[in-house]
Every structure is written in C-alpha cells, then in structure tokens.
C-alpha cells in the first residue's frame, strides 16, 4: 500500500498541458512536493499547488500520473531543468491557449511565474529575454523622445 513519506514547503516551477491535444506546455509554481513511497519501496515526488491538495490527494493516482513518461495526464509536473527559450514559447502559447490570454498578458504572466519559481533559465533562455529587453528598450526610448 503506498504511503506519504513526507510533505514539503518548497516553492517550485510545475508544468501542466491545458488541452488533451495541445502541444503547448504551461507553468505554475507549486508550493509543496510530496514524496510518496508505492509498495515496492519505490519512490515518487509529486507536486501540489496548494495545502488544500495535500488533504485531497489520491495516492494510487499519483504513482500513476507521475509514471507517465509522456506527462499527458491532468497533473502538475515538476519541470526538473533549466527553462529554455523553447520551453518559454511553450508556456506564453499554453497560456494563450488555455486562459485566452492575449499575448503580451501572457507573456507577462510566465515571466512573472518564472521569476517567482526561482527556476533557473538556460543560457538561450536567458539570450532570448535579453534579446527582447533591449527591443523593448529601444521602443520605449524612441516613444518618449
């Protein structure tokens, strides 16, 4: 029978798919990791949103949700590397898909979901946002002379 080994407060970026047939990610920050021992002694670590999914959470379906390598399922995955800049077009265009964001509103709000994680930004990740400071810059500059 499985059992909770441990529950943990540790803030961290999670991904999601909005849609069954979307082939775009989206992120969140999870609050709480779980770490979750199945009956053959094999561990998992499950990301919850909040303390309310700590109570409510279905262990058998856990081990399965977090056992599906192509993390299809209806589930927050913990995103266990360096945030690309494929990886942060992905998110703005789950946003966009998922809530009917409007670009920029979404892009505003990964940004914002990234900084908040505290996740780390891969080398192109970081070029790409730097790339856009400086279009942003110079836009900004041209519209105040």
Not at 78 to 93: A, P, T
Request: glycine share 6%.
């Amino acid at each position: 029978m499985a059992r909770i080994i441990n529950v943990i407060h540790k803030p961290h970026l999670a991904t999601f798919i909005a849609y069954d047939d979307s082939k775009y990610r989206c992120c969140a920050i999870c609050e709480y990791q779980a770490v979750i021992e199945d009956d053959r002694g094999k561990l998992y670590v499950v990301s919850l949103l909040s303390e309310d999914d700590i109570n409510e959470l279905n262990l058998e379906k856990a081990i399965e949700r977090e056992s599906d390598i192509t993390q299809k399922g209806d589930w927050f995955y913990r995103f266990g590397r360096g945030v690309n800049k494929e990886d942060i077009d992905s998110f703005v265009n789950g946003e966009v898909e998922s809530a009917g964001d409007k670009p920029i509103g979404a892009f505003c709000d990964v940004l914002a979901t990234l900084r908040n994680s505290h996740c780390f930004i891969t080398t192109d990740g970081m070029d790409a946002l730097r790339k856009l400071k400086r279009e942003l810059d110079k836009t900004i500059k041209s519209q105040e002379q």
